[in-house]
């Protein structure tokens, strides 16, 4: 039998655990939207990008470095280099920065660079990764494994969290399911279940979850909707032309009308929270 989570359930404690990045509060009152692209591939792209996605109300800027690529043949990320040129362009625009870690040996060097360090989904049972990230003081993003139910996610924190990090944020970002026609099966359901058995913030990946651009806008609206303290978007000043992960990738214009309509969903929510049991 699964044991029961200890520091991520909330029998530890009731209150929402709100993440505080630089005096940006994640899980507390305010909607997050962590936007750019599925990876930094040059200065100019993710200044650029950067850019845009702060003036369309991007909290905090993404981008990958190091690349869990389906093939090794494909872009593996610009590594160090890249790290360097998101830092800068979230310090030019005043946003954090989010980026994957894919090994213990590249975390200090991760963590040198972006305020939040990222485990990606197939990394959520690393254990020896996730009890590294234990270790250090920053806030982790851990996402959802495409094969783990809400419990083997939770009892992932909780290696962070026993481990002696106490930051950590949930993301759903779709599962694999017999459904082929969307990349991932993005399961909305994910939000209010995790809200019931954890005090964690959790963040929807609907770019990863559907994979498909006309997908995001009514999956994003969704996932604020069910309870969502924020959302995380691929974006590129050019979609078409990522080096990965196209077909998910929205337009700086597509993603400045989407965070006007999700923040009028998030109003909606709020003004509706009587209504809740
Ligand atoms: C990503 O966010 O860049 C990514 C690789 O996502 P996932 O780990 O969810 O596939
Ligand atoms: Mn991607």
């Not at 702060?54 to 593996?76: C, E, M, V, W």
């Amino acid at each position: 039998m699964l044991s029961r989570t200890k520091l991520a359930g909330k029998d530890f404690h009731l209150n929402k655990t709100v993440i505080d990045v630089n005096s940006l509060k994640i899980g507390g009152d305010d909607l997050i939207i962590i936007a750019g692209p599925c990876a930094v591939e040059s200065e100019k792209q993710i200044f650029e990008t950067a850019k845009l996605v702060a003036k369309g109300g991007a909290n905090i800027l993404r981008g990958g470095t190091f690349k869990p690529r389906t093939s090794p043949y494909d872009f593996q990320g610009l590594g160090e280099e890249g790290l360097r040129y998101l830092h800068d362009a979230g310090k030019a625009y005043n946003l954090r920065t989010i980026s994957e870690v894919m090994a213990i040996q590249q975390i200090d060097l991760v963590a040198k660079y972006v305020y939040i360090l990222q485990v990606g989904a197939r990394n959520m049972q690393n254990f020896d990764l996730l009890k590294a990230l234990g270790r250090i003081k920053k806030p982790v993003l851990l996402k959802r494994g495409p094969s783990a139910t809400y419990k083997d996610l939770l009892m992932a924190a909780e290696y962070i969290l026993s481990a002696g990090n106490a930051e950590v944020i949930l993301c759903e970002r779709g599962i694999r399911t017999f459904e082929t026609y969307t990349r991932n099966t993005l399961d909305i359901a994910a939000v209010p279940v995790l809200k019931e058995l954890s005090h964690l913030p959790i963040i929807v990946d609907p770019s990863h979850g559907t994979g498909k651009r006309s997908l995001i806008l009514p999956m994003a609206r969704a996932a604020v909707a069910a309870g969502a303290d924020g959302v995380m978007v691929e974006v590129h000043p050019e979609p078409d032309k990522a080096l990965s992960d196209a077909a998910q990738t929205i337009s700086p214009e597509a993603f400045s009308d989407m965070v006007v309509s999700l923040h009028a969903v998030f109003r909606a929510i709020e003004e509706n929270r009587h209504c809740e049991p």
